[in-house]
Structure formats: C-alpha cells, structure tokens
C-alpha cells in the first residue's frame, strides 16, 4: 500500500498493539520486580487485573478459539500505567500489550508511529529480562491490533449510526420509528498477510463516557498469526494490519464525517 489517508482529528480514543506467546510458565508478579523498577520513571503507577485468556483465530469465521493451557492460568496480569494514565503496558504469561489511551479530557492521538516505537522499545526490554531471567524462550502465536474510536452522534442518538456509517441506511419506514441503540458486527478475512486465518473484526456499539456523554464505539481489530515466531515478523504483520485497519475506516466512514475529522490528502 503506497499511500495512507490522515485524518488531523481522528475519534481515536484507544490504540491496542499485542502479542501472544506460549505461555511462560514462571512469569509472576513478583518476578517481574526488576522490570518494574526499570520502567518507574516511565510507568510509576502499578496495578493488576484478571488475565485475558489466550485466543486464537480458528478456522471458523468470527469464531475466535479460546485456548486452555494444561497448568490453570493465573488470575492476574501485570499493568504499568504513566502518570496520567495515556500509555499502559500490560503483562502475564502469555501476553504482551501496549495500550495508548486519550482519556478524558481527550488528548491529541500521537499516531501510529508513536504507540508502535513505545511497543518496540518496551517489547525489547521485556524480552531481555526474559533471556537474562532464564524464565523461557518467548514463542509468538498471535499478533493483535486493534483501534476504538469513540464517536459522537448529534443529538447523543446513539441509534442513528447511519449519520457516521457507509451503506447503513437505518431503519426507514419501520413502523416504531429510529432504534434507540444500535449494534453491528462485521468479519472480512485478510489475505497477503500472516498466516491464515487472519481477520478484521468490525464492531459497532453504544458506550458511554466518563463524563456521562453518549458515543458509539467504533472499534477495528485485526487478530491472526504473524506467519512466524520472530518480533521482526510480529511487527511486519503488525504494520500491515495498521495499513487495513486505517483503509477499513476510511472505505466504511461517510466523506461528511471524514471533514470532520479533517481529512487531508492522501500521502504520496
């Protein structure tokens, strides 16, 4: 893909860049210390949470396989938060993920670029205290990318996602009138990419915001097999997904919105 649409104030309000590994059986809490004092400059608040479990694409379509690991799965992963909260690492056994939040106030989306060197140069010191741990060689299965986009409707009617959406026409003629809320889902296989199966997942769905505002969530996520177990093939796939996942919503925006949004001219 030569060229890229930019948009000077994109809805994005969450950037997520992961990776899956076979899990690291000793990886715990408490080993991971060292890090943790590291990375106190960057990340100085701590914090945990459950453990997402492992998923996998499997060959059915929108039916991701969730993966049982022989040894029960800790209940808990590892958050290294910013001081304001924007950026995040997540950590447990099997899983690796940076997160760029815009909060609320939203601050200025940084790009692409910038959340892919925070992934790079954070995924590098983890593998590091990997290695000189001894705690395992890290086997990547699954890259995952993923964009939420939080998108205000006129009038805080979250049921008119036509205003926002391409080839939605709503629900004219129905004799109740506008739905209140609505939902969507929608899956497109990727070719070219990685190793099949590799899908762009589409969702549409209400939400609200801290401050109490109606939006919809507009969240674009690609998951699949990087075709390797490399992180330079991770972050291959990683770039590749980026490029589909900026063209699937640009193709499925309406062009009023994209002024909005302050689209520029496509990128030479």
Do not use: C
Request: without cysteine; proline residues 8%; glycine residues 8%.
């Amino acid at each position: 893909m030569s060229s890229l649409p930019e948009f000077d104030d994109p809805p994005v309000a969450e950037v997520v860049l992961g990776i899956q590994f076979r899990q690291l059986f000793e990886l715990r809490g408490l080993v991971l210390a060292p890090l943790r004092d590291r990375w106190r400059p960057l990340y100085p608040r701590i914090e945990e949470a459950p453990a997402i479990p492992p998923i996998v694409e499997s060959d059915s379509p929108g039916m991701p396989q969730f993966q049982f690991n022989l040894v029960q799965m800790p209940t808990t992963r590892q958050l290294f938060l910013s001081e304001t909260g924007d950026e995040l690492i997540q950590i447990q056994p099997d899983r690796f993920v940076v997160n760029w939040r815009a909060g609320d106030p939203p601050v200025r989306y940084p790009r692409y670029g910038y959340v892919r060197k925070i992934f790079e140069e954070r995924f590098r010191d983890f593998t590091e205290f990997v290695e000189s741990e001894n705690l395992g060689e890290i086997d990547i299965t699954q890259v995952e990318v993923s964009y939420i986009n939080a998108i205000k409707l006129a009038d805080n009617d979250t049921g008119r996602i036509e205003s926002f959406l391409k080839g939605w026409s709503g629900t004219q003629g129905h004799h109740l009138g506008d739905p209140q809320q609505a939902r969507l889902t929608l899956t497109f296989p990727i070719v070219g990419i990685g190793k099949a199966p590799v899908r762009l997942y589409v969702e549409v769905s209400p939400a609200k915001k801290a401050t109490g505002e109606s939006v919809v969530f507009f969240t674009l996520t690609i998951r699949g097999n990087p075709g390797g177990r490399s992180v330079g093939e991770a972050m291959k796939f990683m770039d590749e997904a980026h490029e589909h996942v900026v063209l699937s919503f640009t193709e499925l925006t309406n062009e009023s919105m994209h002024h909005a949004w302050g689209r520029r001219h496509d990128n030479p």
